[in-house]
């Protein structure tokens, strides 16, 4: 059995008045892919944003509870945002390569803007970074244009590949693949199965075939809440709440 | 469908595109014609002289205006110094931090009705904070009027094109654990570089063909200024003194004057331009 990674106690977020995290509690295992599913404003988004402190850079952004990454609380006094960004990696919905830096420098822009100048560093992690993200072979020959310039699906292999360039403990993914075509969205799967290997992954995601055929757990937001969560089989062949059998059998709304 | 209305549909089509044409030729004709009409009066009195000579007494045919040349490229500079990084990093406040803040509001505001002071106000301002303790007319007073006028454009433009950088883009590097100022250094500011400069070459384009303002600042000069500390010459203040007095020759270097500081704002532009666009292809 693996040991947990973020153990997230009595989570509450808010936007303004607007309540839309309620008493979320749920442990993520280390080295295991951990999916979120659920209908658009449930509320998953936000939850994975809490998990790296994202969500309070939103104006009247606020948070409640505790997150605990291999033991810490990262709401705790005198933590650094900063530090549990680099810790907990993330990729968004929509590859956001930076518009004005090479495939090159897009990986390495972490390692670099914290400090690390040596070009054998940097060329080493580009290229493990890149093979790990499965980009490699694609874009060895034009690591120095400019990263906009790449597929949508690429884009999103080089998103994943610049967040793993800093090391982090855990990645987390919001809808990937949701701007993506079926065949770069198999391809971040696959790379997601490899990833797990050395990473802990949640994944926000829309498409529940996705969460079935790459999660070890799922967990199944309604309205703000956390309806249900367990082992990915156990969700989606035997889902003790109702409204997780209604939503993954599409009889939802 | 009717053929009647689709007939209908097609005048009113026709009509309606003719007239969006017609205004397109109206708006670029005047344009052409100025330039035009500029280009046929300064080429005549456009020589080698223009640009290496001083100008010549009263009475004296020939002359140039080179130190007049020089001023504005002097004021401008000084202008440059004192408006860019004023409106710059303003625009960077008010972009990052002062989006929605009653400073940022104050600022924003204060910025717009600066932008909206009639420039000979400007002239006078910079008279009494530079002219008078000096006690004299001076490049420095001339550039602070100048200066002074690029500062709400400058933070404007700054402001809007950092906006327009998605927040996509600064989640990705906050998401990268890099702390918010490198984020913004780094990462927001190169992505939206190429607008910002446009807009301050805009504002250079604009404060370079301003006269009321170097009137009782920059005052003028018929020799050479050395320094910043005395009087100066310009362009545009050579235009209008040369243009009202009632010689043909003075007329003459008022439209090749006139003409040079048109190539001079219009070759800053498409330069910068170039540049920019050399920077991204590369």
């Known amino acids: ?253 | 469908m009717t053929p009647t209305l689709a007939l209908g549909r097609r005048v009113i089509n026709g009509v309606m595109l003719s007239l969006t044409g017609v205004c397109t030729v109206v708006v670029i004709g005047v344009l052409f014609f100025i330039l035009g009409y500029i280009t046929y009066h300064g080429i005549a009195a456009l020589n080698w002289d223009f640009f290496t000579k001083l100008p010549k007494p009263v009475g004296e045919t020939g002359g140039g205006m080179a130190n007049a040349i020089v001023g504005t490229l002097k004021l401008l500079l000084l202008a440059s110094l004192i408006g860019v990084p004023i409106g710059f990093i303003g625009g960077v406040y008010l972009a990052e931090y002062g989006r929605k803040n009653t400073l940022g509001f104050l600022i924003r505001y204060a910025a717009d009705l600066l932008n909206g002071v009639p420039s000979i106000v400007m002239g006078i301002f910079a008279y009494t904070v530079v002219v008078l303790p000096m006690g004299h007319f001076s490049t420095l007073a001339g550039g602070v009027a100048l200066g002074i006028m690029m500062i709400p454009i400058a933070l404007r433009s700054a402001e809007e094109f950092l906006k327009l950088v998605p927040a996509t883009i600064r989640e990705a590097g906050l998401g990268l654990g890099l702390p918010e100022w490198k984020v913004v250094s780094f990462i927001v500011i190169p992505s939206a570089f190429r607008g910002i400069l446009t807009g301050i070459m805009l504002d250079l384009a604009r404060v370079a063909g301003e006269t009321a303002p170097l009137l009782f600042t920059a005052f003028s000069n018929r020799f050479w200024s050395r320094g910043w500390l005395e009087p100066i010459a310009s362009l545009p203040v050579m235009i209008y003194t040369y243009a009202i007095t009632p010689y043909e020759d003075w007329h003459r270097q008022a439209w090749a004057a006139g003409l040079v500081l048109l190539i001079l704002v219009l070759g800053a532009n498409v330069i910068s331009r170039l540049v920019l666009h050399r920077r991204l292809a590369g």
């Not at chain 1, 997230?8 to 607007?18: D, S, T, V, Y």
């Not at chain 1, 079926?182 to 990833?195: D, V």
């Open chain 1, 1 to 253: 059995m693996s040991k947990p990674i973020l153990e997230i106690e009595r989570l509450n977020a808010w936007f303004g008045a607007h309540h839309v995290l309620k008493d979320i509690s749920l442990t993520a295992e280390s080295q295991q892919i951990t999916a979120l599913i659920g209908p658009s404003g449930c509320g998953k988004s936000t939850f994975i944003r809490c998990l790296n402190r994202l969500h309070e850079v939103v104006p009247e952004a606020a948070v409640s509870g505790s997150v605990k990454l291999s033991g810490t609380d990262i709401y705790g006094p005198g933590v650094d945002p900063v530090m549990i960004r680099r810790r907990v990696g993330m990729v968004f919905q929509k590859p956001n390569p930076f518009p004005t830096m090479s495939v090159y420098d897009n990986v390495a822009a972490g390692l670099r803007l914290s400090g690390t100048r040596r070009r054998a560093v940097l060329d080493e992690r580009v290229e493990q970074t890149l093979r790990q993200a499965a980009l490699w072979d694609e874009v060895k020959e034009m690591l120095h244009k400019s990263g906009a310039s790449l597929s949508g699906g690429q884009q999103q292999r080089l998103c994943i590949a610049r967040a793993l360039a800093v090391e982090p403990e855990v990645l987390l993914l919001d809808e990937p693949c949701s701007a993506l075509d079926p065949i770069a969205t198999a391809k971040i799967e696959e790379l997601l199965l490899t990833l797990k290997k050395t990473y802990s992954v949640l994944i926000v995601t829309h498409n529940m075939q996705q969460a079935a055929r790459v999660s070890d757990f799922t967990g199944f937001f309604l309205l703000g809440e956390l309806v249900e969560f367990g082992e990915t089989g156990q969700i989606f062949t035997n889902p003790k709440d109702r409204r997780t059998e209604d939503y993954i059998t599409g009889r939802f709304g």
